[in-house]
């Protein structure tokens, strides 16, 4: 009955995005409509830290309480983040492609993320290379741990330092959010549908029928 109901509340949030992103929000200076791609783009960015942050918190109970269960959600949540990179990267690329004209430039911001599928690309293979169960799920959840460390530095601190051709985040250097009222409310139906998205996906790994290794 749960999954039932996240699925039409998630279903129905979608569609209200959709509508919003298409039919509803103004073009942005500098950017007229290219904006649009920002309301895949940051959620699913958002989605990505919060799977990993999540991740590194089932991994703590793993080494707490050797709890297997808490493993499998780790990896899974794991899985999901680094998917949610790769879309967030893609997505990063096509807008760098539209808005100054090439696909990748090494901007700090495209020079982290991939640092970032680099760590954990790493986690999944380490996975994949560990047979035995719980020496399995001891040596990912440290892993999971420590890389969860470096999402902050990689992610909200490091391209700040660096000039970058990225747009101001939502919270400007200011510590103020500067954008149109129809867009922000845009923005947060947006980040509540791609978590609600995150969180089915989760639910749907951990339930199905296929409980193959992870």
């Not at 919003?20 to 950017?31: R, Y």
């Not at 509540?192 to 790994?205: E, F, K, P, S, V």
């Amino acid at each position: 009955m749960r999954a039932r109901v996240l699925h039409i509340l998630t279903a129905v949030l979608t569609l209200a995005v959709l509508l919003l992103v298409f039919f509803v929000v103004p073009p942005a200076q500098g950017l007229g409509y290219y904006v649009r791609l920002a309301f895949f783009h940051i959620p699913v960015a958002w989605v990505a830290v919060l799977a990993f942050v999540l991740s590194a918190y089932w991994a703590l109970q793993v080494l707490r309480q050797h709890d297997l269960q808490a493993d499998r959600r780790s990896a899974v949540s794991a899985q999901l983040g680094f998917i949610f990179t790769l879309l967030a990267t893609v997505s990063g690329a096509v807008f760098s492609r539209l808005t100054w004209g090439s696909f990748w430039n090494w901007d700090p911001r495209q020079t982290t993320i991939f640092v970032l599928l680099l760590i954990y690309g790493a986690y999944l293979t380490l996975r994949a290379a560990l047979p035995e169960p719980e020496r399995r799920a001891r040596v990912a959840a440290v892993y999971a741990l420590f890389s969860c460390l470096t999402v902050p530095f990689l992610v909200f601190i490091i391209p700040r330092f660096y000039f970058s051709l990225h747009p101001q985040p939502v919270i400007n250097s200011s510590g103020h959010i500067d954008m149109d009222p129809v867009m922000l409310v845009t923005l947060v139906a947006a980040l509540a549908d791609m978590t609600l998205i995150y969180w089915g996906l989760l639910q749907h790994r951990l339930m199905g029928k296929g409980r193959d290794r992870v």
